[in-house]
């Protein structure tokens, strides 16, 4: 069972017009996409997903609803050429929902959980390098920075040098494997108080499917095939995710330094989106009670001017 967080504020946020041209960026098993596609009359819904298995899950629930949407199989890093194919260039509202779906999540072999035995993967797409790749290949040095970085865990090295020892026995090549040498690095205590596999798990995940890079890149494209009065909304479950979405929307939300004070601000350096919440929409008590995958989700969300 896949559960959408904050649906209801996300949704609300977006102002449906029932003829818009709405865009998820992120379909993953259709959750937000089914109402969004509920609430369009003569609208369009473009969707975007590298897992096919989520874009064939999406595909029956959706056709469900109508027929008015498409479901594009690639990173949503592609959005603008994608939706260029369609004559489109302005849409009326674009949504991320980051992060992994609890199938992805469930399903042992795709290799995302520290909880089931599965094959080291990792990779949304299936295609290019693969968790087994970065565990077996990469250095020291870069296993550290990945840990340090995208998984915040302050035992990075340890864990690092591990599994380097690890590996010059045999090839890593499955998830428990890997959790057993997370603990094995850490021991007992720390393992089962701060949870290090979660963390590490979750810097691999970023390292392989390049998270951050491809959303830096994207969110000024995505801002920038907004219609006036255009909504993004992204729902973000990390720290560096949020910090990346908070300091774009603050730079196109805010005038140029290089013309700040001057008493006719030119077109060019205006600012583009205006923030519909100036701090991050958390989920209720409620929904925290319902899903405990919800604990770290912050939603943003800016309109164009």
Known sequence: MHYSVLQKELIASLSIKEDGIYVDATVGYAGDAKKILEKLKRGYLFAFDADIDAVNYS???????????????????????????????????????????????????????????????????????????????????DLVRIF??????????????????????????STLELVEIIKNACGSKYFFNQHPERKIFQAIRIEVNDELKVLEEVLPIAISLLKKG?????????????????????????????????????????????????????????????????????LRVVERI
């Open 59 to 141: 595909m029956k629930e959706l056709q469900k609803i109508g027929n008015n949407f498409h479901i594009f199989n690639t990173n949503f890093k592609n959005m603008a050429s994608s939706l260029k194919e369609y004559n489109v260039s302005e849409v009326d509202g674009i949504i991320f929902d980051l992060g992994v779906s609890s199938p992805q999540i469930d399903e042992a072999n795709r290799g995302f959980s520290f909880m089931h035995d599965g094959k080291l993967d990792m990779r949304m797409s299936r295609t290019g390098k693969s968790a087994k790749d970065v565990v077996n290949n990469y250095a020291v040095d």
């Open 148 to 173: 340090y970085e995208y998984g915040e865990e302050k035992m990075a090295r340890v864990i690092a040098n591990n599994i380097i020892k690890a590996r010059e026995q045999k090839e890593i090549t």
């Open 230 to 298: 255009g909504r993004l909304a992204v729902i973000s479950f990390h720290s560096l995710e949020d910090r990346i979405v908070k300091n774009i929307f603050k730079k196109y939300s805010e005038v140029n330094e290089l013309v700040k004070g001057l008493p006719e601000i030119p077109e060019e350096y205006k600012p583009l989106i205006k923030l519909i919440n100036k701090k991050a929409i958390l989920p209720s008590e409620e929904e925290l009670k319902e899903n405990s995958r919800s604990g770290s989700a912050k």
